[in-house]
């Protein structure tokens, strides 16, 4: 390997556990963050020599996907909202059904608004770059919240963060606009997912018991009740499988014109109530 049109074949003959879209996907990904070029760059500069350093960087990379280390967890970012993010493994990678709960938020005019479980921030700090609000973001990790401080920085964004445990906290103030992605899969489920999320993506922020599935939307419905505003909103994300046994929470803690979005694969992924 010593100029860019050998870094895609390299990548091939080593990489047996993707497919080959999915290789050179990941090929591509790697040579612009090590290198700054794009897949047009990848053609007009195919005869780039590579240094020690960037040779020594695609081999390490390679390393760790043969490890099946998720692409963002080895580069340590990942995109959502059209916006770069430090993430790893204290924080869980955005996902594309989470972009779509920003985009229903962003839709509601508001003053203030909480995250709870910001992780690496990507909600509230997305949110920052297209509103004036007043932005909060609350997770019980501390090394999350320092990756989300830094997101935030690196963004310019004003965001302030609170370290705490939502089955502890109690609020000074009330929010026009709660949200939150809480853990919703459930144990059972991790049968059926992919290693590379198993194996390197936190476990407190994906899976809850299948005997107690509502945990955290059990107290994050009851936290909002209590420090929304009247006619506050409160937007989650969701298992499909819960779906209506969350209507029936909120109904049950006084939320009304309760609405649920499907995600862009058609399944219930959000959910969106009122605070009478």
Known sequence: MKILGNIIPFFISQLDNYTSREIKSLAYISIENILGFNKTDCIIKNDYKLNKKEIQLFRDVVSDLKENIPIQYVLKEA????????????TLIPRNETEELVRWVLESNFDSL????????CIPIAVAKNSLADIYALDSSNRALEIAKFNADYHNVKVNFICEDIFKYISNKKYDVIVSNPPYVLESEKAYMDKNVVDYEPHSALFVRDDDPLKFYTKIVSFSSNFLKKNGLLFLEINEKNAERIKSLLFKN?????????????????IKSVLK
């Open 254 to 270: 006084n939320f009304v014109d309760i609405e649920l979005k499907k995600d862009i694969n058609g399944r219930d992924r959000m």
């Open 114 to 121: 909480l995250d709870i479980g910001t992780g690496s921030g």
């Open 79 to 90: 995109y959502f909202y059209n916006l770069r993010f430090r993430v790893d493994n204290s």
